[in-house]
């Protein structure tokens, strides 16, 4: 009689690709929508496991062949469930968002960083600011992270960090604490100028609200989780940024420049302001519309925008 000899089934070892793989399978199956500092639904999964296992953001290839312990496989697939499950960005699920490669901490009360304008910050807002601006105005700045980040690229500037928002304005203030910029960054409450009196700057750059009526009914599941108060303007997406032209010039040194966000809403302000001789900038990555004026153009045109 032939003796069998049955083999336990060993399972493999879980490895951080083996995590990975499954994270981008349940995402793409899922088909949760990527905007939110990825674009894909394999780095969504190394964006959530890296917060997990603490790696930076150059972490070397070799760890995917890490053997992941039952719990960190846990916790892992606890942040893939609820990314599914509640559409929530992953961002909000770190608790930490990218700016500028900078980190930045972020929760519900702000939107999450995700501007062209990073670039601008990258090049020193060349050729736009001919010397280095030494007051600088984050407009409608939530999280801190552009006012934050000009820190860090004008390195003797002082820079004011303005919201209406006080639930945005306290998490700004744990950014200025984390990045140790207190000294020449502050944060202050202010609908649009109102707190700003007697105050000019070298350089306002501004991510204001500027979605307009149909495109935030229409947005993704992910955008709900952002507070309505920094992405809603009006029909046309402009309510705020009609304001800003009219009163920008004043608070801008003679030599000022305004950088200003306006994304799907270039459209309709180049309808409405069809005079003006807006600078739309092109970038490298990131979506267009972003427009720059000088105080001076604000002065020539202004008859325009009352």
């Known amino acids: 009689m032939t003796e069998i000899t049955i083999t336990p089934d060993i399972l493999a070892p879980v490895t951080v690709a083996t995590m990975l793989e499954q994270g981008q399978q349940q995402f793409e199956t899922a088909q949760i929508y990527f905007g939110h500092g990825t674009t894909s639904a394999w780095d969504e999964a190394v964006y959530l496991l890296s917060h997990v296992l603490d790696l930076p953001p150059d972490a070397d290839r070799s760890l995917l062949s890490q053997v992941l312990t039952d719990q960190q496989q846990a916790d892992i697939q606890a942040l893939y469930q609820r990314r599914v499950s509640e559409r929530i960005p992953a961002p909000y699920l770190t608790g930490t968002a990218w700016f500028c490669g900078l980190p930045f901490k972020v929760d519900k009360r702000v939107i999450i960083p995700r501007s062209p304008l990073a670039e601008l910050v990258y090049n020193g807002f060349q050729p736009w600011c001919e010397t280095e601006p030494a007051k600088v105005l984050d407009l ?5 992270c552009i006012g934050i980040a000009c820190a860090y690229a004008f390195e003797q500037a002082h820079v ?11 998490v700004a203030a744990v ?13 202050l409450q202010s609908d649009l100028f109102d707190g700003l009196s007697g105050q000019r700057f070298d350089l306002i750059v501004s991510n204001p609200p ?16 952002e507070p ?32 200003v966000e306006v994304g799907n809403s270039w459209v309709a302000l180049e309808r409405a302001f069809a005079k003006v001789p807006f600078v739309w900038l092109e970038f490298a990555e990131g979506d267009p519309g972003v427009f720059v004026l000088s105080r001076n153009q604000l002065l020539e045109h202004r008859e325009s925008f009352v």
Do not use: K, W
């Open 140 to 144: 409608c700045t939530g999280s801190g």
């Open 160 to 170: 004011v960090l303005s919201d209406i928002s006080v639930d945005a304005l306290a």
């Open 175 to 187: 950014n200025i604490e984390q990045h140790e910029v207190g000294n020449r960054v502050r944060a």
């Open 210 to 225: 500027y979605v307009d009526a149909v495109d935030l009914a229409d947005m993704p599941d992910e955008y709900q989780h």
């Open 228 to 259: 309505e108060l920094a992405l809603a303007s009006g029909d046309d997406g402009l309510d705020f940024t009609r304001r800003l032209l009219i009163e920008a010039e004043q608070y801008l040194t003679e030599e000022g420049v305004l950088v």
